[in-house]
C-alpha cells in the first residue's frame, strides 16, 4: 500500500515539474532575449504596454474617455492651403507663406494687399525685363472681367476649393464660364492662374505669340500620365 503511494507522489511531482516548465518556456521569446512591449508612443494608433484603450490610459498617455474621443474645446487649424498657385505664385516670402497657412480662411482677406503689390511688382519686373518703363506694362482685366483689385480679392479669399455638391466642378472651363468650383486631376491650376494673371482680356496677351514673353504657362503638362489609375498618377520615367 505504502509503495503505491509513493508511485503516485512521483508522478504528482514529474507533473508538476513538467507543467511549471513548460510555463517557463512559453513566457521566453522564440530567441530567449527577454523582450517585452514596450511603451513608446501615445499617438502609434494601437494599444500597448499599459494603455487600457488605443493610445490613452495606463501611467504615460492621458486617461481614456469615457464614450469615445472627446472633441470639446478649442482647435488650433494647422495648414489651410488648398490652392498651389497661391503660395507658389503669390506667396513672395517663406515667412508669408507661412503666414497664409496658418490664418483662418475667415482673415484671409488681409493677404489681399500683400497679393495686389505681388501682382503688380510681377509686372514692372517684366517690364524692365523687356526694356520698356514700367508705367507702361501693367496688369490688363482678365478672361473674367476682374480688375487687379477683384482679382487679388479672389485668390486671398478662396485658396480653399468651393463644393459644388449639385453643379460641375472644374478649375475653369471657358465653355461654362465656371472657375473655382473644385478641380479635376488633370487640370492645369498652375496654367490657368498664369492665364488669369498675364493672359488679359481674351487670355492670349502674353502667351509667347506676336514677340510677346510667354507667361501664361510654366511649360509643364500632364505628360503620359493616366488620371484613371491609381494614385500617384506618376509619369513614365525619363532614360537617358
Request: aromatic share 10%.
Amino acid at each position: 500500500m505504502k509503495i503505491y503511494t509513493m508511485k503516485n507522489n512521483k508522478v504528482l511531482l514529474i507533473f508538476i515539474l513538467l507543467f511549471t516548465s513548460l510555463l517557463f518556456v512559453q513566457c521566453k521569446d522564440d530567441d530567449d532575449n527577454g523582450n517585452v512591449i514596450d511603451q513608446e508612443t501615445c499617438d502609434d494608433g494601437i494599444q500597448n504596454g499599459e494603455e487600457t484603450g488605443i493610445d490613452c490610459g495606463g501611467t504615460i498617455c492621458l486617461p481614456c474617455e469615457e464614450g469615445g474621443t472627446n472633441f470639446d474645446g478649442i482647435f488650433v487649424q494647422e495648414d489651410a492651403l488648398g490652392r498651389p498657385a497661391v503660395n507658389m505664385i503669390f506667396g513672395g516670402s517663406d515667412t508669408m507663406k507661412n503666414e497664409y497657412n496658418i490664418t483662418e480662411v475667415s482673415n484671409h482677406s488681409s493677404f489681399q494687399t500683400s497679393f495686389l503689390d505681388q501682382l503688380e511688382n510681377y509686372h514692372d519686373i517684366y517690364a524692365i525685363a523687356l526694356e520698356i518703363p514700367v508705367e507702361d506694362l501693367n496688369y490688363e482685366t482678365n478672361i473674367f472681367n476682374w480688375n487687379a483689385e477683384k482679382f487679388t480679392t479672389i485668390m486671398s479669399n478662396f485658396d480653399a476649393l468651393q463644393v459644388a455638391p449639385n453643379g460641375n466642378t472644374t478649375y475653369y472651363n471657358e465653355n461654362s464660364n465656371l472657375v473655382f468650383t473644385g478641380r479635376k486631376l488633370s487640370d492645369d491650376v498652375m496654367d490657368v492662374t498664369l492665364m488669369l494673371m498675364f493672359g488679359g482680356a481674351d487670355g492670349t496677351r502674353f502667351d509667347g505669340n506676336n514677340d510677346t514673353p510667354q507667361l501664361t504657362t510654366d511649360g509643364v503638362d500632364a505628360g503620359d500620365r493616366d488620371f484613371s489609375l491609381p494614385f500617384p498618377y506618376l509619369e513614365s520615367p525619363i532614360n537617358e
